[in-house]
Structure formats: C-alpha cells, structure tokens
C-alpha cells in the first residue's frame, strides 16, 4: 500500500467514534478473537491510546509452521469502553473502532477529553467477548508538579532465550508508565544447530522478511500472558531498536542487496505501527529531507507536567552506516580510531540532523524558567564510553554511541550549553546493566559530569560477554560505576523534585516462569547534583 493511502487509512481507524460506512461489518458472534490481550500507550494530560489486534485459530508460530490459518473477514467492528471503576458502572468514554486487515486486523483508539492526573479501566467487546479490565492513565496537566513518578523500562525480550517471568514482576510493581526501548521482537528462524544457550521454548516462524511474517512474530510474543499482564497494568511508551527490522541495520543500510532491505524495513515498521499502542501521527510525519516513503516517526517529547519530560530518541532510523562496515556487509565488532579513521567524521550522526535539532530545540525548553525538573534521553543503547583496551591502543563497539563519537559529543555539548536543571539518560540493547557518570567530555577523565546514565539489562535476551570480561571494561573506565552481563530483568524508576532512584530488578533464573526476582543495586540522583550515588 502506498505511505499516502495507508496513512489516511490509519487516520481514519483510529479516529474512535464515527466510523465511515465501508468499515461496518458483520459480528463474528460466540468467537474469543481476543487472544494477543491489550494494551495502551502515549498517555497525554487528556487521553491515552487504546490498542488491542483480533486473532482467529491458533496463532502461527505456536503451531507447527503447516497448520491451517485462521482467518478473518476484512473489515471488523470492536466496541470500547472507558470507565473510571473495574466494574464498568461509571462509564466515560464509549465507540466502536475497525479492526481492518490492511492493518493487521490491529485496532488503535485514540481518546481524548479525559481528565489529567487519573487512572482509568478500559475493555473492548466483540460478539459476546470482552476483554479483562485494563488500567490505564493520563499524564499530569501541563504546568502541574507532581510528586512522584515511578516507571520501569525494559528492553530486549527474545522469545526462545528466557521466559518473562520479568513481566510477571513488573506487573506488581505499582508503576504509573513502562518506558520499552527497543527489541520487543527478534526477527530469527529458530537456530539451525544447537545453540550455545539453552533455550526457554522455541517457535515455528521463519526468519521474519514480509509483512505477514513481521506479523506473525508480534502475535506470537503477544500470546505470553505475563507480557499481556504487563500490558494490563499500565500505559507504555515504547521505541525500537534494530530486531524489530533486521539485527544491526543502520538508517537505510542493513546486510544483504540494498532493495531487499528496504521493503524488509518498511514491512517491520508497518507491523511494529499495527502492534504498539502509538498515536496515528507516527505515519503523518515522516522528516522532510529523508525521501523514504515508510518512515515512521517514532521520536517525540513525553512529559509528566513539570516534574520530568521523556525525550524518547530513535537511533536507528535515521543513523549513518557503522564506520568501515561495508554497504550490504556484516558488522564489525570492535573498531580502533586508528585503524578506522572514518569512525571520528563529525559528518556521522546517530540522531540525523533533523532529530538532533528537534532535541536540542527540546533541551532548551526544558532548560528555561518553567521548564522541568528532569530531561530524560530515553534511547537504545549505552550512551558512555567503553574503550575495551588499555591505552594508548584504543578499541570501541561499532554500533553503540562509541560507533559516533562526534554525535556523542554534539549531544553532550547540547546538554552542557542548555544546561536543563538535571539530565537522565536511560538505555538498552546491550543485555547489561551499566551505572555511568554522563562526562562533558569522555576524551578528559577529568571533565565534569553532566549527567546519568542507566543502562537497562534485557528482559530475557542473553548476554555473550562473560562477567570477568565486562569488571575489566569496568576498571579501564572509571566513569563507569556498575557493569554487570549476568543477570536479566528490568529497572525501575522513581523520580520526585527532589530525588531521582533507579532500582535494578534481576531474575534468580530466567528460564523459569516462577522465577523469584531481587534488587541488584540502587542509585540515587540528587536533584541539582550530577551523576548516580549508590543508595
Ligand atoms: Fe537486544
Ligand atoms: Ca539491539
């Protein structure tokens, strides 16, 4: 489908109340086509978005990959249902939405008109099924300082390498948000030999390539009732990281003929739009300049009044190819700045250009009078420095921030010349908790520390480096307080004016659903006082 169609079409679906006359539709009646659960996203102070996706037989991947199909006229009718009470009995809100298959039969309600500041139960109703009651809130109002915030962010969740155990833990934790950066899918076929890990459970997809496979794989990791739990409890703001698309791609540049790739990506973005409850504007504007015709704008300001503002980043869109990797190649591991001199071009960006200004047009706001107590860069992976080897011969990751080291410091001059109050940034992708001082300058162990990093551990996804390896990562950068490769989980946020508190939650054992979890570490940040203390 052409961007232009397609965007009118998910405007038009997620427009919640009146429906056009070609999407009404018969009632499948006495059918449960309910089991990928809901979910909902994108709080603002008068709304949220609601999403759930109809199903039909089992879902593809839980059965062997030659089982029939279920399958589902091509326009549907979902009625929904916004109260203040779990019982339904105080009714807000109320419509009826299309559940069409040019968009995965996925459904996207956007309501507006809410109250700021107030948690919510929603369900949708199909024939004689309705969804469990779901929590979900508004944002505090504009200019409001609330006096506590407490959110969990998570990443990384491979279906075959661990169970989600996590989201069972999670879901008990009295969260107002669940911040998601990115691998919420992993697009591979089951290994062919044994891995070297043993794996939780397997599935039956092939490697994800088209729509319909991308589709698939969303359905199948939507099935875990622990994910869906997770999903019940609160709204979540989610981004993505490369396995949503393809392992290491970068902007328009991934491995394999250059064609193959970009319907592969516009197939991954198409699906990750059909399955995450974001706003229809994702679709309606792509940056101008890009000349892609499937960009999704995934990047966007969250705030929580005045106490904190999300700048959720997307680092993969719009990134330059990793240095020295060749176009259609594999990655390189490590990369040395001597043996690769294109790694320090300044003309290399992580952000784009355009997303870099917009953040730092955002910076400054949050900086001026009345703006927040804390910026968040919300992002995909570890923002500080690693140098894997002792000096004078330096060695870095090719596809972290240390991949753009002149788009690193771009971003910390930003933070160090706006000055907002206090800067937090949160990360993933690496499947390791990392505790770092954010330095003006990672070149000059002595230069100031501007901020704080917290680097989320995945939720089932596993790590290859061993512990050893990464305490010795630890001492060859002092500015890195805590690294650990061996433990999954989520983390924790609670955030007050006056107090920043990151909790690292982390699995006894993640290949078993009853799995106990425990506290590995606690830092604060003090408001005011640049980097993490531990508590
Ligand atoms: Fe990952
Ligand atoms: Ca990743």
Known sequence: MHRRDLARLVTAAAAATALPRWSWSATLRQRDLFALGVASGAPRPDGFVLWTRLIDGPVPGTVPADAPRGRLPEALTVRWEVAEDDGFRRIVRTGQAPALAALGHAVHVEVAGLMPGRWYFYRFMHGDAATPPARTRTAPAAGAMPDRLRFAFASCQRWEQGLYAGYRHMSGEDLDLVLFLGDYIYEYAMPAKPPKHALARTHSLPAAQTLADYRDRYALYRTDPHLQAAHRACPWIVTWDDHEVQNDYAGLSGSGAADAFLARRAAGYQA????????????AHGLAGLGTHDALRIHGGHAWGRLLRLHLLDTRQYRDRQACRTPGGKLQGALSPRDCPELADPARSMLGMAQERWLGQGLAQDAAPQGVQWSVLAQQTIFAQRNYRPSPEESYHASTWDGYPAARQRLLDAV????????????????????????????????????SEFC????????????????????????VLLARSDRRGYAVAEVTPARWTTTLRVLDDVMREDSGISTLARFVVEDGRAGPQPA
């Open 416 to 451: 160090r010349d706006t000055a907002p109050r206090n800067t937090v940034l949160l990360g993933g992708d690496i499947h390791q908790n990392y505790v770092c001082r954010v330095l003006a300058d990672f070149s000059k162990p002595r230069s100031a520390v501007i901020g």
């Open 272 to 283: 990750f739009y059909e399955n995450m409850p974001l706003r229809s504007s994702v679709l």
């Open 456 to 479: 989320g551990t995945s939720i089932s996804s596993a790590s290859n480096v061993p512990q050893a390896r990464v305490e010795e990562i630890a001492r060859l950068n002092p500015h």
